[in-house]
Structure formats: C-alpha cells, structure tokens
C-alpha cells in the first residue's frame, strides 16, 4: 500500500516508515518539523537502503498543502502521528494542544474525505483510560477522565472518528491505543530526540547515563504497587511501529470501526526500569525519591490479546531490549540528530 504518514519524522512515526517499507508498503511524509529533524528521515533512508523516503514540509492545519498532496498522490491510507504530545506543556498551553491536534485532525480527516482516502489508522494513547477501571486493562474499559488537554484531545478525536465511521461507514478506522513505548532502532541511528528537559522516564534515565542530568527523580514510592513507585506497561518502539503493519490488515479487511490496546501485558515499576537499565547497560544511574508528580496513576498496563487474535501481532521484545537500545541510542547521539 502507499501510506501517507503525517508526524513521520517524530519518534514513533520514523521507526514505523521502517517496518513499513520492510513489509513492501511505500509511504509519504507530511511532517512541519516542529517537533523533529529530517535528519532522523536521511537516517531511515539509509537504514531501509533507499535513496530517500518522499518527505513533504507542512502543517495539517494547512489545507491547501493537504490538497495540494492528495491531488498529486494517491494514498491507500494514512496513519496519523502528526500532533503535540507533552503532557506538562498542554497544561501550561491548553489552546495550542486543543488548535494544533484537533484542527489538524479536522483537516486532515476532510480533505482525506474529499479525495476518497476513507482509511486511517490513528495513534491514540492509553492516556484515554484515565484511572483504569480495569487491570489489566482491556479494549472495553471505559474510557475514564483524562487529567490533561492533551490526553483530552486524544479522547475527543476517538469520538470524532468514531461518530465519522459510523455516520459513513466506507472509513475503515483503526484506534492504537499505545502504552508507554520506549527504546529505539537496534541499529542506534534513530530514536527518541525530547527538546529540553525530558518529561518521561527512559529518555530521563538515559540523559543521566551519559552525563547530561545528574540525578533521576523517582515520582513516588507510596503508590499501593509492590514497591511503591509507579507501574507501566513499556513497550519497544520496533514492536509498536511492527502494531501498525499488523493495523493495516485491519484496513485490508474493511473491518469498519477497530480499537487496539498496543502494549505488551507485562507491568514494570520506575525502580524495575531503572535496575533492568543498570543490570544490562552495566551504568550507574543515580536517582532520589521525590513526591508524586501531579496527575500520575499508581499501575497501568494493559491485556493485548485482541491485537493477538484479531491483528496476529505480539511484542517480541522485553524490558532488556527496551533498556539496551535506548542507551544504544542515547550513547552513540549525546546530543540527539
Ligand atoms: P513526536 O513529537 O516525536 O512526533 C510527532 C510529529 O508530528 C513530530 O515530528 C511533529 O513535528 C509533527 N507535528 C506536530 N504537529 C504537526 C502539524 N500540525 N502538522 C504536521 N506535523 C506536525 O511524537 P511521537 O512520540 O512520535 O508520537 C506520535 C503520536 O503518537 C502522537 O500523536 C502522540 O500523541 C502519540 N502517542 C505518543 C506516545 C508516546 O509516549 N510517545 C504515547 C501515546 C500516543
Ligand atoms: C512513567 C513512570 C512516572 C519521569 C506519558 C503520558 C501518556 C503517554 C506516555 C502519550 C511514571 C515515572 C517519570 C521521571 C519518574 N504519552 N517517572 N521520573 O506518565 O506513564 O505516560 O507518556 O500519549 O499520555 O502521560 O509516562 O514516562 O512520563 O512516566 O519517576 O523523571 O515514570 O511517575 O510512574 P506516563 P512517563
């Protein structure tokens, strides 16, 4: 299939035009860089052993730059990473997070409409389960109370699309519902590249690793998990990008509406992750208990076993790969792209 892949050259979207193109699909990058480095696209070029991986500068709020690409291209279907992602920042920027991810989406989902590409695959997050009311937690869960805009507009464009497939049901629509994806390409060359100082937990680890941050703040040690720090189901990037190869079957099939928890089953509390990234990096991380970080769970992972049955996809990698690549990355690129 040709894929159009808005956010390709971020974190998940890079490692994703990999195991695309591996599995013979072709794809297009729509991507305004806001938030990554075409170097990161050069580096995937290289890695799959094209010349380059066909790659447009633009916003999605653009309408014009989307016509103008779907009149010049024809896609079988998009898979849309393109939106802004830290949590803290949508708090601080609630009408950015709101304009930029739920425009886009607007766009995007019209003009692909008005150009008769009716498949997408969308990156939404477990953040829409809010305080899980089940663990693990399955696909029917409901969806609980999201803490922060951006998880907000991640729940709202589920609805949006949901109403949209059923209002027209020719849209083939897939919800990859990630948990917590880390590590990078085992080859070193790409991975995850956070401006400033980073918000979530491996690229924290691994800044303290090689010396860029003295110290990792433990968020909590009196949350009700064996050992009192925060449970997540952490998931490889390649095994996540992998999810939306297997996604697409979802789309071939015309299955309508589909929803995925992507995650691998397995919890792991933030002092496992630390111990599991000392034990096989053979590194020091020095950390220190600090208090709970606002609007944080104690336990969250999820049963992937739908995505098992009906996408015959499963994570390959564990908690050692995740560790080993991240640092893999991390050490070969200090300073990122
Ligand atoms: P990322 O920031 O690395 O990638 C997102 C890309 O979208 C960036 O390259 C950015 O420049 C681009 N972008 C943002 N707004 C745009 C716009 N208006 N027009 C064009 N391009 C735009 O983030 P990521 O970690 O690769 O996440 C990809 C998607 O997965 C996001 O939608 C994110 O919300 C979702 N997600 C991420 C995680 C995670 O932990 N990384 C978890 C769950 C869901
Ligand atoms: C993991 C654990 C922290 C940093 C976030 C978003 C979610 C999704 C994935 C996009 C928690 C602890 C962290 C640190 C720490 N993103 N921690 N010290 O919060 O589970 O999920 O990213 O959709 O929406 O909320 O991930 O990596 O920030 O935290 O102790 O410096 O590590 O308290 O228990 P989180 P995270």
Not at 65 to 81: G, N, T, V, Y
Request: net charge negative.
């Amino acid at each position: 299939m040709n894929i159009l892949v808005t956010g390709g050259a971020g974190f998940i979207g890079s490692h994703t035009l990999i195991e695309l193109y591996k599995a013979g699909h072709t794809a297009l990058v729509v991507d305004n860089l806001y938030n990554s480095n075409p170097e990161a696209l050069r580096r995937v070029a290289e890695i799959i052993g094209v010349p380059e991986i066909p790659f447009i500068k633009a916003d999605i709020r653009d309408r014009e730059a989307l016509e103008d690409i779907f009149s010049a291209h024809r896609f079988d279907a998009c898979i849309h990473f393109a939106g802004l992602k830290a949590v803290g920042e949508s708090v601080a920027k609630p009408l950015e997070y709101y304009e930029n991810n739920m425009n886009g989406t607007f766009v995007l989902l019209d003009v692909m409409r008005h150009h008769g590409c009716k498949n997408i695959i969308f990156s939404s997050s477990a953040t829409v389960y809010g305080d899980p009311a089940i663990i693990p937690i399955t696909e029917e869960c409901p969806k609980g109370q999201c803490t922060n805009p951006y998880g907000q507009t991640k729940s709202m464009l589920e609805q949006v699309m949901i109403d949209l497939q059923k209002a027209d049901p020719e849209w083939n629509l897939v919800l990859l519902r990630y948990f917590n994806p880390i590590g990078a390409h085992p080859s070193g060359r790409i991975g995850e590249n956070p401006n400033g100082i980073p918000n979530n937990l491996m690229p924290y680890i691994t800044q303290v690793a090689v010396g860029k941050r003295e110290r990792l703040g433990v968020f909590g040690n009196d949350y009700p998990t064996p050992d009192g720090t925060g449970v997540r189901d952490y998931i490889h990037v390649v095994d996540l990008a992998s999810a939306h190869v297997a996604a697409l079957k979802a789309i071939e099939r015309k299955q309508g509406l589909a929803i995925y928890n992507i995650g691998t089953g397995h919890g792991y509390s933030v002092l496992e992750v630390v111990n599991a990234f000392i034990r096989v990096n053979k590194v020091d991380i020095p950390y220190q208990i600090m208090p709970r970080r606002a609007g944080d769970i104690a336990i969250c992972y999820c049963n992937p076993e739908k995505a098992v049955k009906e996408l015959g996809w499963k994570a390959q990698f564990g908690i050692d790969e995740m560790c080993r690549d991240a640092w893999n990355w991390q050490k070969n690129n200090p300073n990122g792209y």
